[in-house]
C-alpha cells in the first residue's frame, strides 16, 4: 500500500511553520504615552524584541502595565490520504481534522518619561 497526498501535507506543515516561525514582536497599540506589544510566545528572545519596541517608544523609561495572552483566532487543519491495494483496484480514503485556537502574547506598557 502506497500513501497519495504526502507532498500536500508537507505543505501544510510548512507554511505552518512559515506562519509561526517568522512572527516577530510589533506594535497592537500606540498611544501618545505608551502601547502595546505582540509577541507570539513569551520567550527571552521574543521578549528583547518586544523590549526594544518599547525602548523605541519610550526612550526615557517605560513601565509595564499588563501582560496577558490573547486569542487571535483559530487554525483548522486537514489530512487526507489515500492508500490503494496491491491489486490497484480498491482505494480508502482517510481525513484527519484538527483545530487549535491560536494566540499570542500582549504587553501593555506606558512611558515613565515625557517624551
Wanted: glycine share 8%; with cysteine; charged share 30%.
Amino acid at each position: 500500500m502506497r500513501p497519495v497526498g504526502r507532498l500536500g501535507q508537507l505543505a501544510v506543515a510548512a507554511s505552518v511553520l512559515i506562519a509561526t516561525g517568522c512572527a516577530t514582536a510589533r506594535y497592537v497599540v500606540v498611544e501618545p504615552g505608551g502601547g502595546a506589544v505582540a509577541i507570539p510566545r513569551d520567550t527571552p528572545e521574543n521578549r528583547e524584541k518586544a523590549a526594544a519596541l518599547m525602548a523605541q517608544r519610550c526612550p526615557g523609561g517605560y513601565e509595564i502595565l499588563r501582560e496577558e495572552e490573547v486569542v487571535t483566532g483559530s487554525e483548522v487543519t486537514k489530512e487526507t490520504s489515500t492508500e490503494f491495494d496491491r491489486k490497484a483496484t480498491e482505494a480508502r480514503t482517510t481525513e484527519r481534522v484538527s483545530s487549535r485556537t491560536r494566540t499570542e502574547w500582549r504587553i501593555s506598557f506606558r512611558c515613565t518619561a515625557p517624551r
